[in-house]
């Protein structure tokens, strides 16, 4: 009856397939420990990396391992590929759009060598954070296996 008074919730979807799993479970502190944001991760199976939101390409490190993404409605979220990936200055990934750019969820931003990924990186293991300077009160954040564009938070 008084649906009409909830705020309403903002999707965030899966940027890449695979198995999503708690933020306390990355082997780095800075994201086990949410210095860099709230959200959860990903344990990627393919190497196609999409937005995760609909917005404005914010940032994308000059080395393409992280990318921003910034909604119409004071949403940021980063997408960080891998842990210490950018030690490899690059190699192993293509950026298939711009900063600047207007994206909606589930384009294409990153093309990531994930076998190259595997062999070379700490670990595969891909952080979906929702950045401080964003709205938010509350994230519900769902555990799953997922496609690229499944629901993986939704946030208050």
């Known amino acids: 009856m008084f649906g009409f008074l909830k705020r309403k919730q903002r999707e965030i979807f899966a940027p890449v397939d695979g198995q999503v799993v708690a933020l306390e479970e990355v082997e780095d502190e800075v994201f086990s420990q949410g210095m860099a944001g709230d959200g959860v991760a990903i344990k990627p199976v393919s190497g ?3 937005a995760p939101i609909s917005g404005q390409v914010s940032k994308i490190f000059e080395t393409n391992h992280a ?6 409605k004071d949403l940021e979220v980063m997408v960080h590929i891998g842990l210490d990936t ?3 200055k690059g190699e192993g990934f293509e950026r298939l759009v711009q900063e600047g750019e207007r994206v909606e969820a ?3 931003v990153i093309k990531a060598d994930l076998a190259y990924l595997e062999e070379h990186a ?3 293991i891909t952080p979906v954070l929702v950045m401080e300077e964003s709205d938010v009160k509350t994230i519900e954040k769902k555990l799953k296996i997922v ?3 499944d629901l993986i938070m939704e946030v208050n």
């Open 48 to 50: 196609i990396f999409t």
């Open 67 to 72: 990318y921003s993404i910034k909604s119409d």
């Open 86 to 88: 950018v030690a490899l």
């Open 106 to 108: 589930g384009d294409p």
């Open 122 to 124: 700490k670990d595969t």
């Open 147 to 149: 496609k690229s564009g």
